[in-house]
C-alpha cells in the first residue's frame, strides 16, 4: 500500500519549528513564538548584563524562580511596566521557563561579601548595613544577603544592578505601581526613605562592582 510522505514531512516540520521555539538561547536572541514575544537581548544585553545606561536591568546570575515570578506579575499586571507586560503576556509557560533557567546559569558578579558587620561610612553604607530601624526599616544586606548578592527565589541581587534602576524599583514601591512583594515589605521600606536615601543606597550597590556602577 502507497503511503503519502507529506504527512511525515509535516510532522518533521512542526517539530522543528517546535523545538527552535524552545531553545533557550534563540528565545533570549529571536524572542518567542509569539511575534509580542520580542528578543530579551535587545535591552538586556548579549549575556543578560542589563544597560545601566537606559536603566535595564542586569538578568544574569538571578533567581530562575525570581524571574518566573516578575514574568508571571508583568503578564498579569501586578508588576505595572508597559514594555514588559505586553512581552511577558505573550511568552508561553515552557518559554520563560526556558530563558529563566538560561539566564540564573549565567555567571553572576564577583563581588567581596560585606556584611552588617563591616564599618558603614556614608548614608548609603549606613542603611545597606545597618538599616534605620528608628523607622522600623531593616538593613539590606539581612534580606539580600551579605554585598546584596541575593537570597533564594524571594530576595534578589542588588549588586550588578546599576544606580538607576535600583532607585527606579524603590521609587515605583514608594508610588505603589510596584507592588507585588509579600506583606508589602519593600512598599514599606521605599516609603520611609527619602529621595536622598534612595539615590544613596542605590548608589552603595551599584558602586561595588564595575558592571553595576551607573555611567
Known amino acids: 500500500m502507497n503511503v503519502p510522505c ?34 530579551c537581548v535587545s535591552c538586556h544585553g548579549a549575556e543578560g548584563e542589563g544597560l545601566a545606561a537606559a536603566g535595564f536591568p542586569r538578568l544574569a546570575g538571578l533567581s530562575a524562580g525570581y524571574m518566573i515570578k516578575q514574568l508571571a506579575d508583568f503578564a498579569s499586571g501586578q508588576r505595572a511596566n508597559p514594555i514588559m507586560q505586553p512581552i511577558a503576556a505573550a511568552l508561553s509557560a515552557d518559554e520563560a521557563a526556558a530563558v529563566t533557567t538560561l539566564l540564573a546559569n549565567k555567571p553572576s558578579p564577583s563581588v567581596e561579601r560585606i556584611s552588617r558587620a563591616a564599618l558603614a561610612e556614608g548614608p548609603g553604607a549606613v542603611l545597606a548595613l545597618r538599616g534605620a530601624w528608628a523607622r522600623n526599616i531593616p538593613e539590606c544586606v539581612a534580606c539580600h544577603g551579605p554585598s546584596g548578592v541575593g537570597v533564594g527565589e524571594a530576595f534578589p541581587a542588588l549588586v550588578g544592578q546599576s544606580a538607576q534602576y535600583l532607585s527606579a524599583q524603590l521609587i515605583a514601591w ?42
Open 174 to 215: 514608594q508610588q505603589g505601581t510596584r507592588k507585588n512583594d509579600p506583606n508589602d515589605l519593600m512598599g514599606h521600606i521605599a516609603r520611609s526613605l527619602s529621595v536622598d536615601e534612595i539615590n544613596a543606597v542605590s548608589a552603595y550597590f551599584a558602586n561595588l562592582t564595575d558592571t553595576g556602577a551607573a555611567r
Open 6 to 39: 507529506w504527512p511525515l514531512a509535516g510532522l518533521l516540520l512542526v517539530a522543528s519549528v517546535a523545538t527552535h521555539a524552545a531553545s533557550p538561547a534563540a528565545i533570549y536572541a529571536k524572542g518567542g513564538a509569539n511575534p509580542a514575544a520580542m528578543a
